[in-house]
């Protein structure tokens, strides 16, 4: 293995998927993904495309992304952010998010380059950066001192002093990742200002994941970073038909951003997959012109979603709350972070080898009670990983009746 990603082997995802084969946990809100239907219209025009007229869309079609998706991204976000995107310049389309973020480190980092990483963060920056030759600069968010009650992710902040601190001429990306994976914190304009005016500050380039720009919950919104003023000329904004339509096995992405910038990710993505799958393409092109037919209406799946998933994450709040344990209430995604640290003393954790309390528990918990979450450590870097480690990450798009579920194990084992 090239030293480069000598210390990129170990996965939470590998580990963790696995665990959930050997162990058959009754109730999995380990990795995220619905285990209900997506809408219908979605998977109707997935079978349409299937067994339609039009052969042709069983093959190849063109690299940077099949006209009428990159037609159907342009139109929406155009919209969105208040700017025409050109679709066949300023838009590329990819084997899911992961490859779009992919695409966009190795295209523009450097060895040697430095890349500024909020913690938590989703965990396959690092390597990527690190695979790039480049050096990750992590930041945490800290939880504001006398927070009472229930915390929210909006009590978790960025130190604006540290924040500055993190930026010299070496600096080549900022990546932020709003809502965050795993927190759910929804990032504020004057967060985004901060962040914006350092970027334009030290010439650096902001990368945008914002695959779940849907899932945001009242009162908070989504702010997209290239709608702020002097920010779409340095951001690559990044999305996922996965989140934005309840089907993650699809694996398509997208990202956005000027010509200058998209030719550098065009590079990457036609040395490596090249070209993505046309049938799902144009499945997703045909849900995105539905949704941008009824923007703004209530049916809207965009509104609807998040309308649906803010009852779930009140019940998996309570859940929590009922047998002891101190959730973290997410303004955005669908991931739950929650304090297991109040109930520690009842459990035996110490035939578990792993280092950090985080692995020890979420192992013992799927072996021992049939509850699988994911350990947060694994979202943050070697030095920061005590921070997470009294934590554990449940997802909550999940059928109510195993939300149920989850909480009956937790009472019952109380
Ligand atoms: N970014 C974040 C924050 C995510 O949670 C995910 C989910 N895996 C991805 C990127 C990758 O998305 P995709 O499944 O579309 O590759
Ligand atoms: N984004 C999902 C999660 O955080 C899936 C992760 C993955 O497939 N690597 O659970």
Redesign the pocket.
Known sequence: LPKRFRDSEKSV?VEYIQLALDYKPACNL????PDYPPPKYVTEALSQVANGDNCLLHQYTRGFGHPRLVNAVAKLYSKLIDRQINPNTEVLITAGAYEALYSTIVGHVDEGDEVIIIEPF?D?YEPMVKGAGGKCRFIPLRLKANVEGLSSSADWVLDPKELESMFNEKTKLFILNTPN??LGKVFTLNELIMIADLCKKWNVLCVCDEVYEWIVYRPNKHIRMASLPGMWERTITIGSAGKTFSV?GWKVGWAYGPANLMVNLQMIHQNCVYTGTTPIQEAVAISFEKEISRLGADECFFYSLPRELEAKRDMMAKALTDVGMKPVIPEGGY?MLTDWSPIASQIDLSNESDIYRDYKFTKWMTKNIGLQG?PPSAFYSQPHKHLAEDYVRY?FIKKDENIQKASDILRKWK
């Open positions: 995802w380990g990795q995220g993904f989703f396959c994976n795993p993650t991931f994911i997802c």
